[in-house]
């Protein structure tokens, strides 16, 4: 494959299909892919990056079997449990890192959805947070119903996360306490709701490059704008920690891919990054344009001030709506 020509046909508007993906993905070796998903990215995103954070604003407990979740109440991971955080904790930590330089922020819960008492606390803080904090608010709250969407985005949410995790075909070898369609169904009720939607998911959980991509497809034809890509942590106690960890190139290949597949969406590197040996500086050059900045859920990650200062090395700007 010309992976030149193909780059040119996608910067004048050009779609590839599965197949083309396909052949990227068996034909072509990271580093060439990298240097033209970097071109697709300049093309359509320019020099802009998005950079975000995130709190665990409820920890454990969580009913759902996601293999690789150290939250989960099936596996005896020693993970941290406590009920939603006090308002004040979020509301400072969102400022925080608001004047630190991040323009974006989530409430992440643990749990299959929130309880209505639930649901009215952390809607309370989003207003609140909309009121004293000027940065743009994301949510993530598992499989909410279209009506909690909708307090949501009344509250002052705009972006939802859901994550599809990996493909269609996939997805009961990882989980099968709620289905894909679920997540599809809760996808499409958020941008019903008014909501953009963040959704991505995890490489490294035993799935094929050929599973990669058909969620790649998957998320194009949902419409996603932001796609974060998680690369396995491996957590001890739960039924993925034997896995191995996947080699750089393969990660840099996987998202050069993305960004065939997904060319003007924020391409968004996510929990895993601290493992790197760069801590994502080669994928920054390699089609990335997003990333979740801090601490992810339940393990360590890369502080803000070290991710702006490489971002802004690389040659980005550091956008709000990147």
């Avoid at 068996?26 to 240097?35: G, Q």
């Avoid at 950079?51 to 979740?69: F, P, V």
């Avoid at 894909?180 to 959980?205: F, P, T």
């Amino acid at each position: 494959m010309n992976i030149k020509a193909l780059t040119e046909k996608i910067k004048s508007g050009y779609e590839i299909s599965r197949e083309e993906a396909l052949e990227l993905a068996y034909t072509s070796n990271a580093e060439a892919l990298a240097v033209y998903a970097d071109k697709i990215r300049e093309h359509f995103c320019g020099m802009d990056f998005n950079l975000c954070t995130i709190i665990n604003g409820k920890s454990g407990r969580c009913s759902e079997n996601c293999a690789y979740c150290a939250q989960s109440v099936w596996f005896n991971t020693c993970v941290e449990e406590y009920p939603l955080l006090p308002e004040e904790i979020v509301v400072e930590s969102a400022s925080s890192n608001y004047r630190q330089g991040v323009h974006r922020f989530s409430i992440v819960t643990s749990g299959k959805q929130l309880e209505d008492e639930e649901l009215d606390a952390v809607c309370h803080i989003y207003r609140k947070l909309a009121k004293t904090t000027p940065i743009g608010l994301c949510a993530s709250h598992g499989l909410l119903s279209y009506e909690a969407l909708l307090k949501l985005r009344k509250s002052g949410v705009t972006r939802y996360h859901n994550n599809l995790e990996t493909s269609e075909d996939f997805f009961a070898k990882i989980c099968t306490t709620h289905t894909y369609s679920d997540k599809k169904a809760v996808i499409r009720d958020a941008q019903r709701a008014g909501l953009e939607v963040c959704s991505g998911g995890i490489i490294g959980l035993g799935e094929s490059m050929e599973d990669r991509i058909d969620m790649a497809f998957t998320l194009k034809q949902l419409g996603v704008r932001s796609v974060p890509l998680n690369v396995l942590n491996p957590i001890p106690g739960t039924p993925l920690e034997g896995n191995g960890r996947l080699a750089y190139d393969e990660i840099i290949h996987t998202a050069a891919i993305f960004r065939f597949v997904l060319p003007n969406v924020q391409l968004r590197l996510a929990g895993g990054r601290a493992l790197f040996p760069d801590k994502g500086k080669r994928l920054m050059k390699g089609g990335v344009n997003a990333a979740i900045s801090g601490d992810m859920l339940t393990t360590a990650g890369i502080a803000t001030n070290e991710d702006i200062a490489m971002i802004k090395a690389i040659g980005f700007e550091v956008k709000a709506n990147a």
